[in-house]
């Protein structure tokens, strides 16, 4: 309860005085994330809807890295994972990421698969 | 105490009575319970990327689906769910700050960091309540198709929506509803929707302004546009008029879409709506004094891992729903 609160983010960028400064710093990060999020959203940069890569567009790629992003600040600062020992800090995290991304890579290979058999097989679906 | 002892708690890990992990057993219970609760949501999210990827080519496009804004009239995408995002990470703020004030055994500045997180969780739920009524009232209509595609529509000259009500030709019909205790007794059907399926083919016919779009995304990114003799041809398949959104049918396009969003929105929504309800609970706590005589405000930091759970798993709908 009483340990020790960490105050550094960025890797030691910026360093805070207190724990409720560094809340209102992560605060004013997550705002600016999400500011630029909606900004793209909105605008849909041409060069960004129109490259793609590993089968999505360069902009969600953007969306969900930042999104990440958001998720590490959120977990790290407001749920003190931070302050936290390694050992907990992995087992909370590390789990659920293995479970998920194989969850969401066969999910995803699968539903290619069968918008394939949608598209090419001998069934009209616009009618 | 001699160190030749082996027994001791501090030395032998698997002894008990000791702490690996250096949290309380109530932190631990509560980081159990979100790790599965996470994985519970991660399985929602993937099952939607799922049907995502197999209608790929016809999702509706989220930008055109959430436009409004409450006492705003006109096209606002994103504008309003990125306010809600807002609101969450900001009571998120104000948890945070509580539990830092617990810390240092502030009773006043719990309870009112409290407070504001109770007020931003219920802006939260209040914003969620209208959006779910606005997109299941709908606002401009679509027409169904015997496969079950719809066809939207759309003024040629401005290119923007054009609503089936601002078009339908005003028919003297016999309309009535199909319920159980007319007709063959198992067949019924919802409400009449405002201008039926007869109306508003009529009126695109005579208004050679109207354009339909189909549901199919075209290399651009936007949805294809028909012109007039496709479009007249497309209506021959019509069979229904869909307006609004309901667990069969929605005016937006894919059916699962609305499915999705109802299910995952409203099991957020369920999780904010009981995360209040806990702040409620532990905010009569802290003024009743409970934690200050239990010497700690460990149930204030227990109950502020849930609501950043909560504010978490919104960063993920949000991302998967309205940006990308």
Redesign the interface.
């Known amino acids: 309860?009483?340990?020790e609160h960490k105050l550094e983010i960025f890797r030691g960028l910026v360093k805070f005085k207190s724990?409720?400064q560094k809340?209102?710093g992560v605060?004013i990060f997550?705002?600016i994330v999400?500011?630029v999020?909606?900004v793209l959203?909105?605008l849909?940069p041409e060069f960004l809807?129109k490259t793609s890569f590993l089968g999505m567009k360069l902009l969600?790629w953007i969306?969900?890295i930042?999104?990440l992003v958001?998720?590490y600040y959120?977990?790290w600062?407001?749920?003190?994972l931070r302050d936290?020992?390694s050992?907990?800090r992995r087992?909370?995290v590390w789990?659920?990421i293995f479970?998920?991304s194989y969850?969401?890579f066969i999910?995803?290979f699968?539903?290619?698969y069968?918008?394939e058999v949608?598209?090419n097989g001998f069934f009209?679906?616009?009618? | 105490m001699d160190t030749t002892v082996t027994t001791g708690n501090e030395e032998n890990v698997w002894g008990g009575g000791n702490r690996p992990l250096g949290a309380s057993y109530g932190k631990l219970m509560m980081w159990f319970f979100i790790v599965s609760d996470a994985l519970t949501f991660s399985g929602f999210l993937a099952s939607y990327g799922f049907s995502r990827f197999k209608f790929i080519e016809t999702w509706p496009i989220a930008d055109e689906v959430f436009t409004h804004v409450p006492f705003f009239h006109g096209n606002y995408p994103m504008i309003y769910v990125a306010f809600m995002t807002f609101v969450l990470i900001m009571s998120s703020v104000t948890m945070v700050l509580a539990v830092d004030a617990g810390h240092k055994m502030k009773q006043k500045a719990v309870v009112w960091y409290m407070f504001l997180t109770i007020i931003g969780g219920a802006i939260f739920v209040g914003s969620q309540a209208w959006e779910w009524a606005t997109f299941i009232k709908g606002d401009y209509g679509a027409i169904e198709t015997k496969g079950g595609r719809l066809l939207q529509f759309v003024q040629a000259d401005t290119g923007e929506r054009a609503a089936i009500t601002s078009f339908a030709a005003a028919l003297t019909e016999d309309r009535v509803q199909d319920t159980r205790d007319k007709g063959v007794w198992y067949t019924d059907e919802a409400a009449l929707t405002t201008v039926s399926l007869n109306e508003v083919i009529e009126g695109f016919k005579a208004d050679p302004n109207i354009l339909i779009r189909t549901e199919t995304i075209n290399e651009e990114g936007e949805k294809t546009l028909l012109n007039r003799e496709q479009s007249l041809g497309r209506l021959k398949d019509a069979v229904r008029v869909v307006e609004g959104a309901n667990l069969v049918r929605n005016e937006y396009g894919s059916r699962l879409f609305a499915d999705f969003f109802f299910f995952i929105t409203g099991f957020h929504g369920f999780h904010v709506f009981s995360g209040v309800v806990i702040n409620v609970i532990i905010f009569f706590n802290v003024i009743l004094g409970t934690y200050e005589k239990r010497g700690h405000y460990e149930m204030v930091e227990k109950v502020g891992l849930y609501w950043h759970f909560v504010d978490l798993v919104w960063v993920f709908v949000f991302t998967f729903f309205y940006l990308v």
Request: net charge negative; charged share 15%; no cysteine.
């Open positions: 309860m009483a340990h724990n409720i809340i209102w605060l997550l705002t999400t500011a999020e909606v959203g909105i849909k809807t969600n969306f969900i930042l999104t958001k998720a959120i977990a600062d407001f749920m003190h936290e020992k050992s907990l087992a909370i789990t659920p479970l998920v969850l969401v999910l995803l699968e539903a290619t069968i918008y949608f598209k009209a679906w616009d009618f």
